[in-house]
C-alpha cells in the first residue's frame, strides 16, 4: 500500500462523509501498518488535522523524534554506490531503518535516480546569477536575481518557486499528498520542489544553506547554515518589507557550520543577508512567504 492509498483510507475512516466508501477493517489496518512505518504519512496527517481543527497534535514532535528519519537522510549519501551487504556491514543502523521505513526508503530511491542522471551526465545545476547593488553608506552589495517562494501546505513548509543557483533537497511530504489530499482548489497551487536549498555565493567559496520548517498553519522558521567561511566573522540578518521600507528582523552572528534560526515568519516578502567582515562582502536574497489561503503575486 502507498502513500497516497493509505493517507485516502484513513480519511474515509474518520470522515463523516467519505470520498469513497467506507474502508474495511482490513484496509484500515494495512493503512495503520503503513502510517505506523511512515514519517512523511504522519507528518501530512498531522498538517491536516492542524488545519482541521487549529490544534497542533500533542505528540506530533515526539514521534518524529522516534522515527529517526531525519538523521537517517542527512547520512543517506554513505549508501550510494554500495551493495546491500555491503549497507549491512559498514552502515547497519541505516540498512536496518530503511528495511522497515517507506519514507526514508524512497527517499533513497530518489537519492539514487539523481545520482544515476548525474552519473550520465543528463543535466548540470544553473549558476546563481549576481547583480551588484550599492547600500545606503556606499558599500558593494550582491543581490540574487529572482525570488523564492515558500508555502506552508498540509503542515510541510517547501519552496515553490526557486531563482536559479538554488540546489534543492526532496520536499518531506510525499508527492502523492499533495495530490490527492487536499481540497479541489489547491490544485492550481504550484508544487512542492523542496524543503532545504543550498546557494553558493558569488566565487567566495562561502555556500549557504537554507532549511524550512513549518510553524502552524501558516508560520515558517528559516534556519540558515554557512560553510566555507575561512576568512573571518559572518553575520546574518533577516529584514522584513513593507513597501520601500525594509525592518529588521533580527541579526546574528554565525558560527562556521552552525545553523543561525528565525522563527515565526508570517506572510510577506523578506531579504536574506549574509556578510563576512573581513574581505566586506554582502550577499541579499529575497524571497517570500506566500499565504497558505492563496497563491503568492
Known amino acids: ?62 514521534i518524529m523524534e522516534l522515527f529517526g528519519c531525519e538523521r537517517v537522510q542527512d547520512e543517506m549519501h554513505l549508501l550510494v554506490g554500495l551493495s546491500p551487504s555491503r549497507m549491512a556491514a559498514e552502515h547497519p543502523h541505516l540498512a536496518r531503518h530503511l528495511g522497515w521505513c517507506h519514507a526514508c526508503r524512497d ?16 543535466f548540470e545545476p544553473a549558476r546563481a546569477r549576481w547583480r551588484e547593488a550599492v547600500g545606503a553608506l556606499g558599500e558593494t552589495i ?19 518557486t526557486v531563482p536559479e543557483g ?17 481540497p479541489p482548489t489547491e490544485a492550481a497551487f504550484p508544487p512542492p520542489l523542496g524543503a532545504r536549498a543550498e546557494l553558493p555565493l558569488g566565487d567566495s567559496g562561502l555556500v549557504a544553506e537554507i532549511g524550512l520548517n513549518a510553524e502552524g498553519t501558516d508560520r ?15 553575520s546574518v540578518s533577516l529584514r522584513a518589507l513593507a513597501g520601500d521600507r525594509a525592518e529588521l528582523v533580527a541579526s546574528e552572528t554565525a558560527r562556521v557550520e552552525k545553523p543561525v534560526v528565525f522563527r515565526g515568519l508570517v506572510p510577506g516578502r523578506y531579504v536574506l543577508e549574509i556578510q563576512e567582515k573581513q574581505r566586506d562582502l554582502r550577499f541579499r536574497v529575497g524571497f517570500e512567504v506566500a499565504s497558505p489561503t492563496g497563491a503568492s503575486g
Open 220 to 234: 515558517v522558521g528559516l534556519e540558515v547554515t554557512v560553510s566555507g567561511a575561512a576568512h573571518g566573522p559572518l
Open 107 to 122: 527517499r533513497f530511491a530518489q537519492v539514487l535516480q539523481v545520482e544515476d542522471a548525474a552519473a550520465r551526465g543528463e
Open 1 to 62: 500500500m502507498n502513500h497516497d492509498e493509505s493517507i485516502a483510507i484513513l480519511l474515509d475512516a474518520v470522515a463523516e462523509k467519505p470520498r469513497r466508501r467506507r474502508p474495511t477493517p482490513d484496509q484500515r489496518r494495512q493503512a495503520e501498518e503503513h502510517l505506523s512505518r511512515c514519517s512523511d504519512c504522519c507528518r501530512v496527517l498531522s498538517g491536516l488535522h492542524e488545519r482541521a481543527t487549529g490544534e497542533r497534535l500533542a505528540d506530533t514532535d515526539r
Open 166 to 182: 538554488l540546489l534543492l533537497s526532496p520536499a518531506l511530504a510525499p508527492a502523492a499528498a499533495w495530490r490527492g489530499a487536499g
Open 142 to 160: 550582491r543581490e540574487l536575481v529572482g525570488q523564492a517562494v515558500v508555502q506552508v501546505r498540509m503542515g510541510v513548509a517547501a519552496f515553490t
